[in-house]
């Protein structure tokens, strides 16, 4: 594993067929590494649940960090944080009620309809996020300002506990 890694998993029917472009996992790469973050592997898989399913196992295997995109809504096709959360052992609700609040205070309620969370699998940190290029980068935003202390602590077995600096 490198240090503070990601993968980004696309989650479209359509990106994975070639209808349409990748935009919002090529926009959510381009942020991280921006901000100086490493992305090992960037996957666009269907909205099938034995291919997210797959492709969570290897990223997490690979990656401090993935970050699901698409297949957050109330869709039956929706099914990403479902399979997330079906692999997962914690659940960290703080990411998923920032993410729609501030929704809330740029797009009103519609905020209600987004299932944007965050998971521990295994060794790491899985975010989902909308796929719609606002969603990504408002999760970004949330996501490099919190992500390395929580790799931290995630990785902390034994030691001292550190304050995360402020952001």
Known sequence: MCKTCFCIVVVSDSVYEG????VSGRLAQELLIEK???VRRHYVVPNSYREIHRVLLEAV???DVVVVVGGTGVS????SVD???ELSWRHIPGYGELFRLLTYQREGYKSVYTRAEAYIVGDSIVYTTPGSPKAV???LEIIVNTVDHLVEELHRYKGIHREPKSG
């Open 76 to 79: 039956p096709r929706d099914i």
């Open 83 to 85: 399979v997330v959360k």
């Open 61 to 63: 295997r690979e990656c």
């Open 36 to 38: 100086g973050y490493s």
């Open 137 to 139: 980068e408002q999760a």
């Open 19 to 22: 209808i349409r472009e990748d």
